[in-house]
């Protein structure tokens, strides 16, 4: 079956740095993505791994490792409207033939 | 370039009534995923769309819940009849071919009273 687990809720202070962990179980591996949402609206897209390593894009970073089943959102310099759920999701086959499979969801609440 | 546009955003209906959803996703985009978001948790895959064909249906109740896409542009979500269990987020998203991200609508919130 498929499995993602990450942790329900997290909290931080404005400024600091969180870093959000993701776990997963997929009968199949094509790439790991990392997606915003804030309350009522629609997931954006964050960040995408499909090698091993880390990927940094300005303040956030992402963290794969295949052979761990394991990646982590990493967030510098938190602001406060960073304050949203995170979601985690693999595919698990080729593009453009494979929906994602998402987590639950991280909700962060950055306070000052 | 234009996003993924859904209608309508928020719907309340009585169980048992019919509803139905509409997404018209960024032109060009071959696949077209139907998501539901139950508050508190992820995104879980009901429909997908390659063209105007259906990829995976697995996951859709299809005693009560039907899909098309005719011209393999727009789509169309429809629950009939609603349950309380149905309340959530619809969303739809879409993907061009061999493309890497998704691109997600700003949802349909459906309640069920």
């Known amino acids: 079956g498929q499995n993602i687990d990450q942790p329900t809720e997290m909290t931080a202070t404005e400024g600091a740095i969180v870093q959000i962990n993701c776990t997963y179980q997929?009968?199949?591996?094509?790439?790991l993505f990392w997606y915003q949402q804030h309350a009522g609206e629609a997931p954006t897209f964050l960040s995408y791994?499909?090698?091993?390593g880390l990927e940094e894009k300005g303040r956030f970073s992402s963290f794969l490792s295949r052979s761990k089943g394991y990646s982590y959102l990493l967030l510098k310099e938190l602001q406060m409207k960073d304050s949203a759920s995170y979601l985690c999701?693999?595919?698990?086959?080729?593009?453009?033939?494979?929906?994602?499979?998402f987590g639950k969801g991280t909700r962060l609440s950055v306070i000052a | 370039e234009a996003g993924v546009a859904q209608s309508p955003r928020y719907k309340i209906i009585e169980k048992r009534q019919s509803v139905a959803f509409w997404c018209n996703p960024i032109?060009?985009?071959?696949?077209l995923y139907w998501y539901q978001q139950i508050l508190g948790q992820g995104p879980k895959l009901l429909i997908q769309?390659?063209?105007?064909?259906?990829?995976?249906d697995s996951q859709l109740p299809k005693d009560r819940f039907s899909a098309e896409r005719l011209k393999g542009v727009d789509s169309t979500l429809k629950i009939q009849p609603a349950k309380l269990e149905d309340s959530a987020v619809y969303l739809c998203?879409?993907?061009?071919?061999?493309?890497?991200?998704?691109?997600f609508g700003p949802g349909t919130r459906l309640t069920v009273t």
């Open positions: 999701a693999v595919r698990d086959g080729t593009p453009g033939n494979t929906p994602l499979v």
């Open positions: 997929t009968s199949g591996f094509n790439g």
């Open positions: 791994n499909v090698l091993d």
């Open positions: 032109s060009g985009h071959a696949t």
């Open positions: 769309f390659q063209n105007n064909g259906v990829v995976d």
């Open positions: 998203a879409s993907l061009r071919w061999r493309g890497r991200k998704q691109y």
